[in-house]
């Protein structure tokens, strides 16, 4: 199969590339490389995906539909499509809300219409995220449970990607999935999520910010299950029936709830240090607990999420510290 990846020199992206070249797949990777976060990191995660025979890359924004264009027709031999583009952070875009409407909606659009125009297409996989569940108060949180009140526009965005996705099922028949990620942790990770901005903080002295004062759960999933979810989703697309939409909605999450000072703990266990907290109240846009059902992708696809964080974490930092030379 040859598949195109955007985001892929993003944190999953990255990821799910490797997997996908490493059983066989031919893998065409789209990523723009912003300065969200230190383009260093992603241009040393593209390092690696380039050292493979099979990859091709492409720098690209996935909302200029002239470049994508060019990139569809550059490679006529895609069949699937697995997009992870977009503008990331809750907390960013109270700051920055049009970058989310460019990448999250109309570069979501921009995706659907190649699917749409490649007879050829076998799956359209996407990303979207648990913080479409809004402040949500019923655990664990399951894809049947309203969406509908979004807290942050990230999250309006992510759910706008998959209604405009289960209208391209209805209409075109594209078989859609769309993956909704708990708290997602590991190797090349993100420098504005919890681990990275833990344990860099703690080995400059520096004090870690804690929210809501500690009182906060997350469904931490470690990024080798996640990947493991995205490529079995892209293995088995919605059915068509001919009468109900070939579209998918999953959770993807580890099913364990997890206290958040138990993974501050961790990190200072793996570190060998001791970290100084600094309380402060919940964020603009942040929810308290976030608890996945997975039920309906281990029904479909088969997901079964390994990895603890007690052997998440100790990984995360074990490759924190070779990265930066600790």
Not at 48 to 72: K, V
Not at 143 to 171: F, W
Request: glycine content about 8%; overall charge neutral.
């Amino acid at each position: 199969m040859s598949v195109l990846v955007t985001g892929a020199a993003g944190f999953i992206g990255f990821h799910t590339s490797l997997r996908l070249l490493a059983r066989g797949d031919k893998v065409v990777g789209v990523d723009n490389l912003n300065p969200y976060y230190d383009p260093a990191l992603k241009q040393a995660r593209l390092a690696q995906l380039q050292a493979h025979p099979g990859f091709s890359f492409h720098q690209a924004d996935i909302g200029d539909r002239a470049a994508m264009a060019a990139i569809a027709d550059a490679h006529p031999e895609i069949t699937g499509y697995i997009n992870l583009a977009a503008q990331a952070g809750v907390r960013h875009s109270l700051k920055a809300p049009h970058d989310y409407s460019h990448s999250n909606v109309e570069g979501h659009l921009v995706m659907l219409e190649l699917a749409r125009a490649n007879a050829n297409c076998r799956n359209f996989v996407y990303a979207s995220s648990s913080s479409v569940y809004g402040a949500n108060t019923k655990l664990p949180f399951a894809v049947e449970d309203r969406v509908d009140q979004p807290i942050s526009l990230y999250a309006a965005t992510k759910r706008a990607g998959e209604l405009m996705s289960h209208c391209y099922s209805h209409l075109y028949r594209i078989p859609t999935s769309g993956l909704r990620f708990f708290t997602v942790y590991g190797p090349w990770g993100r420098p504005d999520m919890a681990a990275y901005l833990f344990a860099k903080a703690i080995l400059e002295g520096k004090p870690i910010t804690i929210f809501n004062n500690g009182d906060m759960r997350r469904d931490f999933t470690y990024i080798d299950d996640i990947v493991s979810g995205v490529v079995g989703t892209l293995d088995h697309p919605a059915a068509d029936d001919g009468v109900t939409p070939p579209a998918k909605i999953y959770n993807i999450g580890n099913t364990r709830s997890e206290k958040l000072m138990d993974f501050v703990g961790l990190v200072e266990q793996c570190l060998g240090r001791k970290a100084e907290y600094q309380f402060a109240p919940m964020q603009a846009g942040d929810v308290k607990e976030t608890y996945a059902d997975i039920s309906a992708i281990q029904r479909d696809c088969g997901f079964a999420p390994t990895t603890p964080i007690s052997e998440g974490v100790p990984k995360f930092i074990a490759w924190f510290k070779q990265y930066h030379g600790v």
